[in-house]
């Protein structure tokens, strides 16, 4: 077995054309956009580059068969205990010995780089996306979202590896009961004349971007890796998501129009993605929009719930829940909500989406292995 630096096109090809290979009779797999793996690695569109380095490899076998691949990587701005290097995009045969090949050659590539440890399998990016081993919940995952085999658990704990922390996902049946406790509080809620609710529309952009900044800072800045939003930043994650922005699903809470509440969610991209095998050239582009207009997405997910910190336990959620789920219920044929994942370390985001009467529906996986094999292992910190 031999280790290939990619660095043809034909190389890419392969990167991204072995996980459909692997997976082509699971029927759960959704094959991601190859723009959006290939962003990740393009030095110009990425911006981890300016501090860190990042290489991938395909893995033959002796008959030049690629039986796995994996990227590997280092970044100042990812701060751990030790100096901790990460793997991502690792796919691989069911087979143990190959695996560990895979796995022993990221340890070496980052041993040599003065690495003390390894996270994965993680991104060269930000956690939004291609983060973490699937572990549980074997469904089609959300857009973004990593999918892989279930037999890659054994591989990476056979191997050393061990749990840093769980991510896990909520989900909930849009028309499954709202407890009585919400609507309870939006009865009383409703009766402060002061309060209102609004569902963002697109017309009005920039101030819902502008109202989302400042919620988002005063609610979630404080939490341990919380960062500050500008305007500037919001308002061009708001201008990307504008083409499937749905009027009818987030919303959010006033108090004499100062906004105190958030409720950010969108369509499930995958449902429609999953019919256009990675690809989005001006074909598939025209496709997209036809199945937008044509094809019925009955999955929504859920980005954002928050409270500034003066409205807690005040029942603003409960208020912007049922306002918000009374409507879409009647104006959307979105069936299921589920939202993306929130880590083991932070109860407090974890009691919000319980809040929100969901249940567990997946699980993946944060790995460590230390290369100091003799060193005590510690999980992430609790926010």
């Excluded at 910190?309 to 789920?325: A, L, N, V």
Aim: include cysteine.
């Amino acid at each position: 077995m031999k280790a290939i630096k990619i660095v043809s096109h034909n190389h890419i090809q392969e990167f991204l054309d072995f996980p459909g290979r692997l997976l082509m009779n699971d029927p759960n797999y959704i094959r991601p956009l190859d723009q959006d793996i290939e962003q990740v690695f393009d030095e110009k569109k990425n911006k981890f580059f300016r501090s860190g380095e990042c290489e991938r490899y395909l893995f033959v076998n002796d008959i030049g068969e690629t039986v796995g691949k994996i990227a590997v990587f280092i970044s100042k701005k990812y701060k751990q205990s030790q100096p901790t290097g990460g793997i991502g995009f690792f796919d691989c045969i069911n087979d143990q010995k190959t695996a560990d090949f895979i796995l022993n050659f990221a340890k070496s590539e980052l041993q040599q780089k003065g690495m003390e440890a390894m996270d994965g399998p993680i991104s060269f990016g930000e956690r939004d996306k291609f983060w973490g081993l699937l572990i549980d919940g074997f469904s089609e995952p959300l857009y973004g979202m990593n999918y892989n085999p279930s037999y890659y658990k054994t591989l990476f704990e056979n191997y050393g590896f061990q749990i840093y922390f769980n991510q896990l996902c909520f989900g909930r049946k849009i028309h499954d009961p709202v407890a009585e406790n919400f609507l309870q509080m939006h009865a009383r809620i409703s009766k402060n004349k002061n309060i209102s609710a609004k569902r963002m529309k697109v017309k009005n952009l920039k101030k819902f971007a502008e109202d989302f900044t400042e919620v988002y800072n005063k609610a979630w800045a404080s939490h341990g890796e919380g960062k500050q939003l500008s305007n500037f930043q919001t308002l061009k994650l708001f201008t990307t998501l504008k083409p499937v922005i749905n009027e009818h699903i987030s919303w959010f809470v006033y108090e004499n129009e100062k906004p105190i509440a958030v409720w950010m969610n969108i369509p499930d991209l995958n449902q429609w993605f999953k019919y256009l095998n990675g690809k989005f050239s001006l074909w598939q582009k025209l496709k997209f929009l036809f199945l937008k207009t044509f094809k019925t997405n009955k999955k929504m997910v859920g980005l954002v719930f928050g409270v500034v910190p003066e409205w807690h336990r005040k029942g603003i959620d409960g208020y912007m829940i049922w306002e918000g789920t009374r409507h879409f219920r009647k104006t959307t044929s979105f069936e299921d909500y589920e939202m993306q994942w929130i880590g083991d370390f932070n109860p407090k985001m974890i009691k919000i989406a319980e809040n929100l009467e969901t249940e567990v529906t997946r699980k993946l996986a944060t790995y460590r292995f230390l290369f100091d094999r003799a060193k005590e292992f510690e999980r992430h910190k609790i926010l």
